[in-house]
T-cell receptor, first 114, second 112 residues
Framework: AQSVAQPEDQVNVAEGNPLTVKCTYS??????LFWYVQYPNRGLQFLLK??????LVKGSYGFEAEFNKSQTSFHLKKPSALVSDSALYFC????????????FGGGTRLMVKP | DAGVTQSPTHLIKTRGQQVTLRCSPK?????VSWYQQALGQGPQFIFQ???????QRGNFPDRFSGHQYPNYSSELNVNALLLGDSALYLC???????????FGPGTRLTVL
């Protein structure tokens, strides 16, 4: 079975500072990893994905994520946070051997303060 | 280019009733997946439709059923509604079954 853990319910960061939102995963096969963002009363917006190749993945709105196979992690990062980045962030995994089902973490609320 | 659209936006039902939610995929997409997002939780996979057939199913009872039409649009049906079915229901579409999924705004279902 595949699973995702987002250990922090909320991350607080000051505008202009770097941010990290943590994600660890568990799959039996090769992982496909995704980050999505959800704004209030909205669906999920795709940010970035890791399929294979370079461990550092760049995505939308200046976000990037680093795949670490030995630590089974896929942390989301941004060098300089904006107040408008405040939202709910979800990490998701798909086991390459288990179809196209996405398994999501519980979400991390990012609060960026001016 | 229209993204994934869902209807209705909100819905209120009572226990025991039946409900149908609708989804139109993003242009060019042929695969539709449905997810349930309870308040304060991450989305949970219900099932996926491709070529008008259910291809994969999550851990949901048979009360949850679906359909995909030749134009790739899809419906989610829930019978014998329970209070615990109250959630945001998200539809996601993709091109093929293995590419990234794009989500609609969701339908918020409240069961009283």
């Amino acid at each position: 079975a595949q699973s995702v853990a987002q250990p922090e319910d909320q991350v607080n960061v000051a505008e202009g500072n770097p941010l990290t939102v943590k994600c660890t995963y568990s799959v039996s096969g090769n992982p496909y990893l995704f980050w999505y963002v959800q704004y209030p009363n909205r669906g999920l917006q795709f940010l970035l994905k890791y399929i294979t190749g370079d461990n550092l993945v760049k995505g939308s709105y200046g976000f990037e994520a680093e795949f670490n196979k030995s630590q089974t992690s896929f942390h989301l990062k941004k060098p300089s946070a904006l107040v408008s980045d405040s939202a709910l962030y979800f990490c998701a995994v798909r086991d390459n051997n288990a179809g196209n089902m996405l398994t999501f973490g519980g979400g991390t609320r990012l609060m960026v303060k001016p | 280019d229209a993204g994934v659209t869902q209807s209705p936006t909100h819905l209120i039902k009572t226990r025991g009733q039946q409900v149908t939610l609708r989804c139109s995929p993003k242009s060019g997409h042929d695969t539709v997946s449905w997810y349930q997002q309870a308040l304060g939780q991450g989305p949970q996979f219900i099932f996926q439709y491709y070529e008008e057939e259910e291809r994969q199913r999550g851990n949901f009872p048979d009360r949850f059923s679906g359909h995909q039409y030749p134009n790739y649009s899809s419906e989610l049906n829930v019978n014998a509604l329970l209070l615990g079915d109250s959630a945001l229901y998200l539809c996601a579409s993709s091109w093929g079954t293995v590419n990234e999924q794009f989500f609609g705004p969701g339908t918020r279902l409240t069961v009283l």
